[in-house]
Nanobody, 119 residues
């Protein structure tokens, strides 16, 4: 059974920092790409950062230079370091991965963690 459990969200002031964690189980973590998405009230879920198994990264333009995605394969954990936070970063943040089995692909999501940035 695949499980992704996020932690580290909370309330922070404009300009502050938070680090989100995503603990994964039930997958071969080291060979899986890991992503962070977010969804603000009334908006669609959007990709924030992606990290391939080989270490390639991709960021949304709105977070480039402020957020850093990383992983610790020994701990089966992915991270999202968020610096210089802005009120517009307020959202529920979700950890995501996908697993290919034969010709099918299954998406897995964590339960989400709330990040609130006050002005």
């Amino acid at each position: 059974q695949v499980q992704l459990v996020e932690s580290g969200g909370g309330l922070v002031q404009d300009g502050g920092s938070l680090r989100l964690s995503c603990a994964a189980s039930g997958i071969e973590f080291s060979i899986n790409a890991m992503d962070w998405y977010r969804q603000a009230p009334g908006k669609q879920r959007e990709l924030v950062a992606a990290l391939s198994s080989g270490g390639s990264t991709n960021y949304a333009d709105s977070v480039k230079g402020r957020f850093t995605i990383s992983r610790d394969n020994a701990k089966n954990t992915a991270y999202l370091q968020m610096n210089s936070l802005r009120p517009e970063d307020t959202a529920v943040y979700y950890c995501h991965t996908h697993v290919r089995r034969g010709y099918s692909t299954t998406d897995y999501w964590g339960q989400g963690t709330q990040v609130t940035v006050s002005s």
